[in-house]
């Protein structure tokens, strides 16, 4: 079992940067794949980035490719995710999962474990 608390949303302008947080009880943290997801009003959760239990294999939406930056510290049991640029359709609120197959994954049904969100809104 796995509990995941986001942490770091908040209102920016466009253009500005701003980084997530996950920290995830547990000790097998390290064993666990971990994800970024979002989910704007009216629309579909959808993939953002994903990284492997190594964190030498990662994988991003082409939407935010070489803007946004999944990274993790195994020992501090924490994912992040850096947001540079940011544009108004990535307001959203942002969701981080995590799955026992250290490989990374894209689609919702390959993640177990969800936290509860955290609100990113990007104004113009």
């Known amino acids: 079992q796995v509990q995941l608390v986001e942490s770091g949303g908040g209102l920016v302008q466009a253009g500005d940067s701003l980084r997530v947080s996950c920290a995830a009880s547990?000790?097998?943290?390290?064993?666990?794949?971990m994800g970024w997801f979002r989910q704007a009003p009216g629309k579909e959760r959808e993939f953002v980035a994903g990284?492997?239990?190594?964190?030498?294999?990662?994988l991003y939406a082409d939407s935010v490719k070489g803007r946004f930056t999944i990274s993790r510290a195994n020992a501090q049991n924490t994912v992040y995710l850096q947001m540079n640029s940011l544009k108004p359709e990535d307001t959203a609120v942002y969701y981080c999962?995590?799955?026992?197959?250290?490989?990374?994954?894209?689609?919702?049904?390959?993640?177990?474990?969800w936290g509860q969100g955290t609100q990113v809104t990007v104004s113009s």
């Open positions: 999962a995590a799955r026992p197959i250290g490989t990374v994954a894209t689609r919702l049904a390959e993640y177990d474990y």
């Open positions: 990284i492997s239990r190594s964190g030498s294999a990662t």
């Open positions: 547990g000790r097998t943290f390290s064993t666990y794949a």
